[in-house]
């Protein structure tokens, strides 16, 4: 079967820096998406991972090995605003994503 | 409008109840769907459809269907309505299919009860 695993939640400081992990078994790969939802809110496209590497965007950076099924999405100089949750989905070889649980990010000051 | 539009925002609906989901978008997107979000699962997919004039099942289509005349609207049905149908569901659009192409975008969410 599809699996996609992060951690229910994570708690972190203002101003400092987290690390969420996501590692999926997915029949096939096409490419590894982040999202961020806000409570009672759409989740909003993050980052798109297809070359293992890290790209970077402002504060938010996502890492992918694919030989490792694993990437991470790493937030720095966190601000409350960051208090979401973070979805890892993988595009699979029929092009469908397949989504995570999401972790719920809370910020403390 | 200008992205992904959803009504209504919340429904209470009686169980065995027909009950249509609208959607439109006007990114001139190719692809559309429809997701269900529950409280620790992740987005799960009811139906896709790849172009106007297809439709695909996703992960749970039981309950539901879809069609899509044309490229803006894609409406949900639930031809009759059971508790199990109580969730969030979003619909998305993305360029295409493939790739980065497939970055989705999304409604805000209709809330639905079914009691």
């Known amino acids: 079967g599809q699996n996609i695993d992060q951690p229910t939640e994570m708690t972190a400081t203002e101003g400092a820096i987290v690390q969420i992990n996501c590692t999926y078994q997915?029949?096939?790969?096409?490419?590894l998406f982040w999202y961020q939802q806000h409570a009672g809110e759409a989740p909003t496209f993050l980052s798109y991972?297809?070359l293992d590497g890290l790209e970077e965007k402002g504060r938010f950076s996502s890492f992918l090995s694919r030989s490792k099924g694993y990437s991470y999405l790493l937030l720095k100089e966190l601000q409350m605003k960051d208090s979401a949750s973070y979805l890892c989905a993988v595009l699979d070889s029929n092009y469908q994503l397949i989504w995570g649980a999401g972790t719920k990010l809370i910020i403390k000051p | 409008i200008a992205g992904i539009t959803q009504a209504p925002t919340s429904q209470i609906l009686a169980a065995g109840r027909r009950m249509t989901l609208r959607c439109t978008q006007d990114?001139?997107?190719?692809?559309m769907y429809w997701y269900r979000q529950d409280l620790g699962l992740g987005l799960r997919l009811i139906h896709y459809?790849?172009?106007?004039?297809?439709?695909g099942k996703g992960e749970v289509p039981d309950g539901y269907s879809v069609s899509r005349a044309n490229t803006d609207d894609f409406p949900l049905t639930l031809a009759s309505a059971v508790p199990s149908q109580t969730s969030v569901y979003f619909c998305?659009?993305?360029?295409?299919?493939?790739?980065?192409?497939?970055?989705?975008?999304f409604g805000p969410g209709t809330r639905l009860t079914v009691l």
């Open positions: 990114m001139r997107h190719n692809a």
């Open positions: 991972n297809v």
């Open positions: 459809s790849n172009t106007a004039g297809t439709t």
């Open positions: 998305a659009s993305s360029e295409s299919t493939s790739g980065n192409y497939n970055e989705q975008f």
């Open positions: 997915t029949s096939g790969f096409n490419g």
